[in-house]
């Protein structure tokens, strides 16, 4: 394929995964349970945070997350008091266990209270065209607390060669508004055009197949590299090419 047939192949498989329907299957769900926008971002951050492995487990584990934040979870976070944190030790997604559960929660509170929320933390350091910087900055702010030092591994770094495939894709529901109710748009100090693709093994294979992509490793520099190629196809809306490139992976074996 040349270059705008790729463009239109892809174009068409936007347009097809990039419904309603797509909610169902995907961890985008919980957030879409809440209408206030801090519980929106905090749903979607904590979803987004246990994103790996089996996406059935995935919603489930996520909903359990809900459930222990009395589905308030805005209001939990800046209101709890330290016995309330008991109820969350034996949460376990994976490597994500109560603990981190716990300092996630005691770190959102510090977010909320003294850097005036989830969105302006990333708006503070964002760049023109690229969120990793901010990325960075955010877990250096979202550490300032004191916190299990094993904790540390569930929020990436790009400035240390991560993809950062959970918080990118975070970032995607916040900022993009994709006008099928899908993706919220609810971050207006950023710009779609600032995003990066949740780059994982689905849409890194794709990737490579359609020659998006060389480098072989799932890293930051693949990202970059991503990056620039989804750019020359869509500039101002980079990432909704990710709705492509996952669903070609994951439901059609491509």
């Known amino acids: 394929m040349n270059k705008t047939e790729l463009k239109e192949f892809l174009d068409a498989k936007v347009e097809q995964y990039n419904r309603p329907d797509f909610i169902t299957s995907d961890p985008i769900q919980i957030p879409h349970l809440f209408s206030k926008k801090e519980d929106i971002e905090i749903a979607g951050f904590l979803s987004a945070t246990i994103a790996w492995g089996n996406r059935k487990s995935i919603i489930n584990n996520a909903n359990k997350m809900m459930d222990l934040l009395d589905h308030s979870p805005h209001d939990f976070i800046i209101n709890h008091q330290e016995e309330d944190l008991k109820k969350l030790e034996p949460f376990v997604h994976r490597t994500f266990n109560g603990f981190d559960f716990i300092t996630f929660i005691k770190s959102l509170q510090h977010i909320y209270t003294n850097h005036k929320g989830l969105e302006a933390v990333f708006a503070k350091h964002a760049e023109k065209d690229s969120l990793q910087k901010a990325i960075h900055y955010f877990k250096h702010s979202f550490f300032e607390i004191e916190h299990l030092q094993r904790t540390q591994k569930h929020v990436s770094d790009p400035l240390k060669n991560s993809a950062a495939k959970r918080i990118n894709m975070f970032l995607r529901w916040m900022v993009r508004d994709d006008n099928t109710g899908v993706d919220f748009g609810i971050w207006k100090s950023l710009s779609p055009s600032q995003l990066s693709c949740p780059l994982d093994v689905h849409s890194g294979n794709v ?48």
């Open 207 to 254: 990737a490579r197949k359609l020659g998006l992509l060389n480098r072989k490793q799932n890293d930051g520099k693949a990202l970059s590299e991503l990056d620039t190629s989804l750019r020359k196809l869509d500039i101002n809306d980079p990432v909704k090419y990710d709705f492509a490139l996952f669903g070609l992976g994951v439901f059609e074996g491509f």
